[in-house]
């Protein structure tokens, strides 16, 4: 049985990817912060057959995320881990620009978070010579958006390390992919 974890899986593009891997064999750990939100998800994957483990923990809380990871893989190994948690902030419509609070939240959350759990996944990946690590940039890693700096730059610092990752992991039959959504419902 594949076991699938997905990050930021409450909604948007990780409650998406949720429901699309789902269906009968398939074990799935989905990870986000609002449980109520992630329950839902979660049920919703069950009703398509799905063995479903939830985990509501904050991705910026990086020694209690690997520590999590670390149980979960070593219960039933992860074959592939979607990083798909992520915040966007930046200029509001009122005009008033991107707090430093705000930018360091953004880069905590899309960056530093996915290097956390990536560097460690990797690691655990490449030892047993198998998964698929799966991490989410965005097209504004590509083509900055001057109205979300620190969004801008997070999804280039994921892009980029997902890139120099991929050597390390393609000796050993690790994949490293990184995908760069355009704009999303």
Same mark, same amino acid.
């Given at each position: 049985?594949k =076991?699938i974890?997905i990050t930021g899986?409450?909604?948007?593009? &990780? /409650?998406?990817l949720?429901?699309?891997?789902? =269906?009968? *064999?398939?074990r799935?750990t989905?990870? /986000?912060r609002d449980?109520?939100r992630?329950?839902?998800i979660?049920?919703?994957?069950r009703?398509?057959?799905?063995?479903? #483990?939830?985990?509501?923990l904050d991705?910026?809380?990086h020694?209690?995320a690997r520590?999590?990871?670390r @149980?979960?893989?070593?219960?039933h190994? %992860?074959?592939?881990v979607?990083l798909a948690a992520?915040?966007?902030?930046?200029i509001t419509?009122? *005009?008033?620009?991107e707090?430093? @609070?705000?930018?360091?939240?953004t880069m905590?959350v #899309?960056?530093l978070a996915?290097? #956390?759990? &990536?560097a460690?996944?990797v690691?655990r990946m490449?030892?047993?010579s198998n &998964? =698929?690590l799966?991490f989410v940039?965005?097209?504004a890693g %590509?083509?900055?958006?001057?109205?979300?700096?620190a969004?801008?730059?997070s999804k280039k610092?994921?892009?980029?390390?997902?890139? /120099?990752?991929?050597?390390l992991g393609r000796?050993?039959s690790v994949?490293?992919?990184?995908?760069?959504?355009?704009?999303?419902?």
């Open positions: 049985m =076991h974890c899986a409450s909604s948007g593009l &990780g /409650a998406a949720a429901l699309a891997y789902s =269906h009968k *064999g398939c799935m989905l990870w /986000a449980e109520a992630l329950s839902a979660a049920a919703s994957c009703e398509k057959g799905a063995e479903v #483990n939830v985990v509501s991705v910026r809380d020694a209690a520590e999590t990871l @149980e979960l893989d070593d219960r190994p %992860m074959d592939m979607l992520g915040v966007i902030t930046g419509p009122g *005009g008033a620009e707090t430093p @609070e705000d930018a360091f939240r905590d #899309n960056a996915s290097v #956390n759990l &990536g460690w996944l690691d490449c030892f047993r &998964g =698929h799966v940039s965005s097209i %590509m083509y900055p958006l001057p109205n979300s700096p969004y801008s730059a610092a994921v892009a980029y390390y997902a890139r /120099a990752l991929s050597a000796p050993r994949r490293v992919s990184c995908v760069y959504p355009g704009y999303l419902k």
